[in-house]
């Protein structure tokens, strides 16, 4: 048998921020899930996006010491054109997230943009800029 990747991880320090962060961009998180220590959601296409406090990790591993800087993760989420990645970079940042790098046209044929979530992690929006 070959192992498959089937879960991505985030410990988050403040998990009601990050599951807000996570709501704006689209994910169908559960009302009621910042009262639980584990939070997880399927994905499209399949896969799992999880989350869990920096206590449940430190009750798994009680030498866990939390990752500082930049991009401890990154994830990427696609959008429908090179206008929205504009509206949701605004739409974050607009409401308080900082924003890590602004839209540009990339050279590789993609506008794109970055945007740090509630722990710091790096997450990027691109869409083919011929979309």
């Known amino acids: 048998m070959t192992p498959r990747l089937d879960a991505i991880g ?8 990050s599951l807000a962060f996570y709501r704006r961009l689209g994910l169908d998180i559960p009302a009621g899930a910042e009262s639980a220590p584990h939070v997880e959601v399927s994905l499209p296409g399949g896969g799992r996006l999880m989350w869990d406090t920096e206590e449940i990790a430190r009750s798994l591993d009680p030498g866990f010491t939390p990752p500082s800087g930049e991009d401890r993760l990154g994830l990427a989420f696609l959008c429908d054109s090179p206008a929205e990645v504009d509206a949701v970079y605004g ?41």
């Open 10 to 17: 985030i410990v988050t320090a403040d998990l009601p921020a």
């Open 91 to 131: 739409e974050l940042t607009g409401a308080g997230h900082r924003g890590h790098l602004k839209p540009w046209d990339a050279d590789w044929g993609q506008r794109y943009a970055v945007v740090l979530d509630p722990d710091g992690c790096a997450v990027s929006l691109f869409a083919p800029s011929d979309a």
